[in-house]
């Protein structure tokens, strides 16, 4: 049968995916979906929790608004994060790299 | 669920997640992500918690993506080489979540619930009908219905804990979009001057 | 009036000085911003006179089930609307130098996003439960990210702005794992509910500690603690000055609120975890003393130094956050080490940003023959790092004297080492600048005026400073601060 | 409000005020002058009672919980080196050239040290000491670095020596009183900060021998590094040598006695097992025989009038340290009055010595000679300063040697000599070398013929007051040394029995 552990699993497992990727990927954009990956990885293990919580009958609420504040501040947080990132291209390409890289060490 | 989809889904989200980390090319990873999300989408729906799942599907899935993909068109991102230094970060990226995952994985059958199917915690709608006339507390209108008919009314349940108790989480949130929103609009101006440093 | 509406006039403050920008009436904004400023603190003012409503009958019935502003919370509501003025008035001396590096000379989301920012920190030290802390500092965070790549003509700053971004958005996603865990044990997201479920001797314990050490972990992040350090010198090198200086107060004082309330839990009398997130706070303070002061001592530029030693600072309010001296609580002491941080650290970034305006740059090389240019700049960046230093008598010393102190009585005696190594690192590497700043350069350099509103805030920050030193007893009661009013106010 | 904290604020406002630009001449040396007049007024008023009593009470709470005060008051041993303190300025503080650039700054940085090693000696409160006597030390520091002699390089390299050196063994330093005070404060009771509470509870409930030794090998580590104890003692020549003249006067003389003062303090009073634990005993007598033995033999090879001076101030700091080594109530008595006597005669050298290379341009031996024909008066006054150095009898240092040699045999019950007892053999040896130093110096500068055209005139009248005022108090506490030892020394009928407190002889 399907416990609780086997979701925990699931989504331990996506946030470790998440964070080997966060840590290895060169690519800023891939990066940012790999932190994405984490936050989702979060939201299961909430959400199991919340399930296997139920109190009175029905799963504890309050557990799924925050996944949904979570799901709006990553949705927020993409917005501002794509657009750093799009101004960094920008300015990457008129300027020789390794000016840019010159915060490195 | 059935035992077989939520293997089938699990195997979704964890195989697509892992492709993500090892596609070179970005728009490989960014396709990969949103497969993954909708499998993660269909684990929410098999909880119970049918709003987060479409949520999950309309936000991430959706418009997430589209956001990702727009951005990496755009940009025209190559695919990305490797150097001496990215397989260092690679070994201790992998080091890392392996020491992790088994760490999680170990602890998390230790806790109490951890051995519990769903059918242990079934939802009982009646019964949660009853104890909220019993409370006396503010219904939201159809809800009681809903519940007594023995119906998971998902999204009206957290229709009401959203504008009800955490209405202040949600104009705090509402500011981060005002800021967020802000910050998109100054950072993604076009510039007219040139570039120093 | 009450603290919630306080707070949030300054929020809308914030929101009218956005639309204001729309009408583009130069004059009008920039009345408007020195209002924004005395907004703020007048705010703090009455609140340390007590003449704010703090009970929680004051509160609007959607309000409170969430936020409680116990003693721990008005504290850190002074310190963050204190440091939100401050950085509005760096911003004022250095805006001919920012205005070069954003679009268009644009300044009004600087001084726009602080404000509401201000709100957003008194909420959360406000807050009582997770939920409201996690959408709270999100809303301080995501405001970080625009703040700091704002000056975007600068490559150094955008480059800093993705950096402070990725490993921002990797906190907020161990911050929501390590929730979803601290959920998972204790069943509930309430600051209460986790005290009270920790101290139950039948919970699991494995589970308890990944969650604690996650959301520690999380939070090390926002504090800049070892190793979730890497951030700093480069953020605060890349950021405008008045921006790291925020950094520096804001950020701490936003993520120890939250680290405060949490311990005080996971540390409270019965909890099963309390010896393991001891050993934790010690071990994860010693590193990030350690791991703060060593790079620091080799750093040319005064920011990256500036970066490094707020790094170590932080260790050391972590250490203060274990410990366990009679009369002194842990919440208090780093509570304490926050309000005689704040000042001094100010006071250094004033002085970089005033030299900064006059196209000084911060590389110890320039600061060379500092005080044959302007004697007040110099004299002031020695005060400020002396007390930095934690020099004895000067506000900095108290603290750091506090912790060893509260080491020893713990015996923790390797930490209390490497603390005291960290301490005469900083002697070393804080004393460079002051040697530079009086000893004389090659070739004769014009002299630097400090305009008027720069030298009231240098001298009212070098005033507080010193008398601090001297005569902390106004301090006192943030010694003994806990959160455990609200805790309780919750239990009935 | 008690006067000692006039005295304390006097040459901070001094600083202060000569930071904002007061003339020199109105704001420095008067006020100095003054803060002497002050501290003679303290000790008269105090009239003749016993050593132990603390007057002139005073204090401040600077916070509540845990309790710090800044709390201050003498007793006989604080009067005797606020004397010094404030001796020691005025006269460093009328060595000063006005006319030099850089001048404001050495006045401002001698009226900085003077107020921190005052408020260290004549504080109350343990940490207040500590933080006192680093007040006083960081402005010591910059000056060597900012206006020290020689090249830019070389006197960076030599302020960061010794800041380094001084940083960390003050860091030592505070945690050794940290761990004393943890360790004397009852259990969970608020820390005991207070120097009198924290020496009636070790009196109440001494620590155990073996704990009080751990302590007491921190804090000889601690002290011992700001007192240039062999080995710790590398920094100390350097920066002599290279600190503008006030600063060297003020820091050899004054500001180091300080860590003599906290071990007095301290060891006695809170730790009176420490030195009877034979390792840490032994330990101690082959460091000062370290000081005195070897940085002797390297004095004597000094060809420098400043480097010799510099190594000989290090050399008699190996006496102190005997003095607290033999323990007993005659040995303490004399450490305090050479530690008084050193600083007077050290600063009177010090002073000379920098009027020499002001007029000469260099103090090598080899290059001078026959100085005194042309400069009596400064020959006089450097002959006392040497001889009371060497240890003559009539000068105030022969008191204080005798004192602790006579302290380190004097204790009864030693029927065979003990490491201390030899310790004390070896070093009379030191005596010899110093008077071999001291004599060859004097023959090299002011006798024999005078080297081309380098020659030496005597200091205008006016500036000479400083100098006969040190070398008159040299005379006097030689000739009477009754006077400053009233100070210290209990009247004999409330002696307590001699050796009370002195380690055992094996």
């Known amino acids: ?79 501002v994060g794509l657009a750093i990132i799009l101004a960094l291209f920008r300015a990457k390409q008129r300027i020789e790299t390794d000016s840019v890289n010159a915060l490195q060490g | 669920m059935p035992v077989l989809l939520f293997y089938l889904f699990a195997a979704l989200v964890v195989g697509f997640a892992l492709a993500v980390v090892l596609a070179r090319n970005p728009v490989t990873s960014a396709l990969c992500l949103a497969v993954s999300f909708v499998g993660l989408a269909a684990l929410f729906l098999s909880l119970d918690a049918y709003f987060i799942g479409t949520l999950q599907v309309l936000v991430y899935a959706g418009a997430v993506m589209v956001l990702f993909l727009f951005i990496i068109m755009l940009m025209d991102v190559k695919a990305e080489e490797s150097s001496a230094r990215s397989r260092g970060a690679q070994a201790a990226g992998f080091a890392l979540a392996v020491l992790l995952l088994i760490e999680v994985v170990s602890i998390s059958s230790a806790l109490k619930r951890s051995g519990d199917t769903l059918g242990q915690h079934p939802i009982s709608a009646p019964l949660a009908a009853k104890l909220r006339q019993q409370s006396g507390r503010p219904l939201l209108k159809g809800l009681e219905a809903d519940l007594a008919k023995g119906e998971l009314p998902d999204a009206k349940l957290m229709g009401e804990a959203l504008f009800g108790r955490h209405v202040f989480h949600l104009q705090l949130v509402g500011l981060l979009l005002v800021v967020a929103t802000v910050g998109v609009v100054a950072l993604s101006r076009k510039d007219g001057g040139s570039l120093s440093s | 009036m009450s603290v919630f509406y306080s707070l949030t006039l300054i929020a809308l403050a914030g929101l009218a000085l956005l639309l204001l920008e729309a009408f583009d009436s130069k004059r009008a904004l920039r009345y408007a911003r020195d209002a924004s400023l005395g907004l703020c603190l007048f705010v703090a003012l009455r609140l340390l006179t007590g003449n704010l409503n703090c009970s929680s009958e004051a509160l609007p019935s959607w309000v409170s089930p969430w936020l409680s502003f116990d003693p721990l919370a008005q504290t850190f509501v002074v310190l963050g609307l204190v440091s939100t003025a401050l950085v509005l008035a760096l911003l004022r001396i250095g805006e001919s130098y920012i205005r070069q590096y954003t679009l268009g000379g644009s300044m009004s989301e600087f001084y726009a996003i602080p404000m509401i920012m201000a709100a957003a920190i008194g909420f959360m030290a406000a807050a009582r439960d997770l939920v409201t802390v996690f959408v709270a500092l999100e809303l301080v965070t995501v405001s970080f990210y625009v703040l700091v790549s704002m000056a975007r003509k600068s490559a150094l700053c955008l480059e800093a702005g993705v950096k402070y971004l990725i490993l921002g958005a990797m906190s907020t996603g161990v911050l929501v794992f390590g929730m979803a865990w601290i959920y998972g044990v204790c069943g509930t997201l309430e600051f209460s509910g986790i005290a009270s479920a920790l101290a139950d001797p039948q919970i699991a314990k494995a589970p308890a500690l990944l969650a604690c050490g996650l959301m520690i972990a999380a939070l ?273 | 409000m008690s006067p000692l904290f006039i005295a304390l604020l006097l040459p901070v406002v001094a600083a202060v005020a000569l930071s904002r630009g007061a003339p020199l001449k109105l704001a420095s040396t008067p006020v100095a002058l003054a803060n002497v007049l002050l501290i003679l007024g303290v000790m008269l008023s105090r009239g003749f009672v016993s050593p132990e009593v603390v007057s002139h009470v005073g204090s401040i709470a600077m916070l509540q919980s845990p309790a710090l005060n800044l709390s201050v008051g003498v007793d006989g041993l604080s009067l005797l080196m606020a004397l010094l303190t404030v001796v020691v300025s005025v006269c460093a503080c009328w060595q000063i050239d006005n006319k030099r650039e850089g001048a404001r700054a050495e006045h401002i940085v001698a009226h900085l040290i003077s107020a921190g090693a005052l408020g260290a000696f004549v504080c109350r409160d343990l940490l207040m000491l500590y933080a006192f006597h680093e007040l006083a030390l960081i402005p010591t520091l910059l000056i060597i670095a900012l206006q020290g002699r020689g090249e830019s390089a070389n006197r960076l390299r030599v302020a960061w020596k010794a800041t380094v050196y001084l940083g960390v063994g003050s860091l030592i330093l505070l945690a050794g009183l940290c761990w004393l005070m943890v360790s004397l404060t009852p259990e969970g009771a608020a820390l005991v900060t207070d120097l009198d509470s924290l020496l009636k509870l070790a009196k109440e409930h001494p620590l155990p021998a073996l704990k009080q030794a751990q302590i007491g090998l921190v804090l000889l580590v601690g002290f011992g ?282």
């Open chain 3, 220 to 492: 090390g992040f926002k504090v800049a603690a070892a190793p979730f350090h890497v951030w700093v010198p480069d953020v605060y090198q890349g950021a405008p000055l008045p921006i790291s200086a925020f950094l520096s107060v804001g950020s701490k004082a936003a993520g120890f609120v939250v680290l405060c309330r949490l311990l005080e839990g996971f540390l409270g009398a019965g909890s099963v975890v309390a010896a393991e997130v001891r050993q934790l706070l010690v071990i994860l303070g010693g590193l990030t003393v350690l791991l703060g002061a060593l790079p620091a001592l080799h750093q040319s530029s005064v920011k990256r130094l500036l970066g490094f030693s707020s790094v170590s600072h932080a260790g050391f309010m972590i250490l203060g956050l274990s410990s366990v001296a009679p009369g002194v609580t842990g919440t208090g002491l780093a509570s304490f080490y926050l309000a005689t941080y704040l000042p001094m650290t100010v006071l250094a970034f004033t002085v970089l940003t005033v030299m900064r305006a006059h196209e000084v740059g911060d590389d110890l090389s320039e600061i060379r023959g500092l005080s044959k240019r302007s004697p007040m700049l110099a004299f002031c960046l020695t005060v400020s790092m002396a007390c930095l230093a934690g020099l004895p008598l000067s506000v900095g010393f108290l603290g750091k004297w506090l912790v060893l102190l509260g080491l020893a009585q713990a015996g923790q005696l390797a930490a209390l080492v490497i603390a005291l190594i960290a301490a005469a690192c900083g002697f070393y590497y804080y004393f460079r600048p002051i040697v530079a700043a009086y000893s004389s350069s090659e070739e004769p350099r014009k002299a630097i005026e400090v305009s008027i509103p720069a030298a009231v805030l240098l001298v009212l920050l070098c005033a507080v400073v010193l008398v601090l030193g001297l005569y902390p007893a106004p301090l006192n009661g943030l010694l003994q601060l806990t959160g455990a009013p609200a805790a309780a106010a919750l239990l009935r």
């Open chain 4, 225 to 506: 590094t700001l007192v240039s104890l062999f080995p710790f003692h590398t920094w100390a020549a350097p920066a002599y040598a290279t600190a503008p003249v006030s600063t060297a006067m003020l820091h050899s003389g004054v500001l180091k006695k300080f860590g003599i003062y906290g071990l007095l303090r301290v060891l006695p009073g809170m730790l009176p097992l420490a030195l009877s634990q034979a390792w840490l005993q032994e330990a101690l007598c082959w460091a000062l025989l370290g000081n005195i033995l070897w940085v002797g033999w390297v004095c004597i090879h000094q060809r420098n009038l400043d480097e010799m001076l510099a190594h000989s101030s290090v050399m008699h700091m190996g006496y102190l340290f005997l003095g607290l080594a033999a323990g007993g109530a005659v040995a303490l008595e004399g450490v305090a009055l050479l530690a008084f006597a050193h600083g007077i005669s050290i600063a009177l050298l010090f002073a000379l010595a920098g009027r020499m290379r002001a007029q000469l341009g260099t103090l090598e031996f080899r290059r001078l000679g026959g100085l005194g024909s042309h400069s009596p008066a400064l020959y006089v006054l450097f002959c006392f300063g040497m001889f009371a150095s060497i240890g003559l009898p009539g000068l105030a240092n022969f008191a204080g040697e005798l004192m602790i040699f006579v302290g380190c045999f004097g204790h009864p019950g030693a029927t065979a000599l003990g490491m201390v007892q030899w310790t004390a053999i070896a070093a009379l040896w030191g005596v010899v070398m110093s008077a071999v130093y001291g004599l060859r110096a004097l023959r090299a500068l002011f006798q024999g013929t005078s080297g081309s055209g380098l020659f030496l005139s005597d200091p205008p009248l006016a500036q000479r007051g400083g100098l006969v005022l040190l070398a008159s108090l040299l005379l006097v506490a030689g000739t009477c040394p009754w006077l400053p030892l009233r100070l210290i020394a209990p009247a004999p009928k409330d002696k307590p029995a001699a050796g009370a407190v002195a380690p055992k002889a094996h």
């Open chain 1, 1 to 79: 049968m399907i416990t609780l552990q086997h979701y925990l699993w699931v989504s331990a497992a996506l946030f470790c995916i998440g964070l080997a990727g966060v840590v290895a990927r060169r690519n800023a954009l891939v990066v940012y979906m790999c932190l994405e990956m984490m936050l989702s990885a979060a939201n299961l293990t909430l959400v199991a929790f919340s399930r296997f919580g139920v109190r009175d009958g029905l799963p504890d609420v309050n557990a799924q608004a925050l996944v949904f504040f979570t799901i709006t501040v990553a949705a927020a947080e993409v917005a």
